[in-house]
């Protein structure tokens, strides 16, 4: 198993290289991955299925700058800080996708369990610490390829994501929101007492323990998102609903 570590990059390009890993692990060329990244400017990025002009506040994202995104994969929408890394595993497809939650979270909740923070998975996909929402989680599946993906809070984002996402109708929201707003919904590993550095450190010790090592995106690879990033980019893609 691969770790892929990006650091603070454009998230178009990560989420192209994304796929690009996992059109190779789908085809047998390639190995399985972590990769990891923090998108060096906000942003605002639609899960493949979702309307941007129901989910999102256009005019307040067009007036501060912000890019809207969308990924492949489904999922909700997500705002993205400079402090909010996101996490993905790209492996051979086993289970139903419950199943590639429960293996995808296990991880992660042991490497927050280093830090002594008690996580747990939250249908329909979320990770919540005490009933509050520190990470939401995507997935997408191929023919012998799944991409599971985590973007963590680790500081709050929650005036953020009441400026620029438009409140949930109760049947699009997880039961245990409640009927909170962003603010009392969600939570951070900075509110927690856990530093960013102690996150990242307990993240890699967790994915080295399973034996996964770092590494690089193969030549092909970075030469496929490239072009993948080109098709994200395309507005006709980005506001298809």
Known sequence: ?????????SALGALALEEAVLESLDSGERSPAWITWTSAAPAA???????????????ALRAD????????????????GAVSPVVTLLDAVGGDIRECYD?????LIAALGRLGVEAAFEPAADLAVAGRKISGLAQRRKRRGALVTASVLLESLAVESEKYLVEPVAADAPEYRKGRGHAG???????????????????????????ATPATASPAELERAAAIELELADESWIYRL
Do not use: N
């Open 103 to 107: 293996r995808f979270c296990e991880v």
């Open 65 to 80: 700058g912000v890019k809207v995104l969308r990924r492949r994969s489904g999922g909700g929408t997500v705002i993205l």
């Open 185 to 211: 919904f969600m939570t951070s590993l900075r509110e927690l007492g856990v530093d960013p550095a102690a996150w990242r450190q307990a993240l890699r010790a967790e994915l080295e323990s399973l034996g």
């Open 1 to 9: 198993m691969r770790i892929i570590q990006l650091g603070s990059c």
């Open 45 to 59: 990025v639609l899960g493949t299925a979702r309307a941007a002009g129901t989910d999102l506040r256009l005019e």
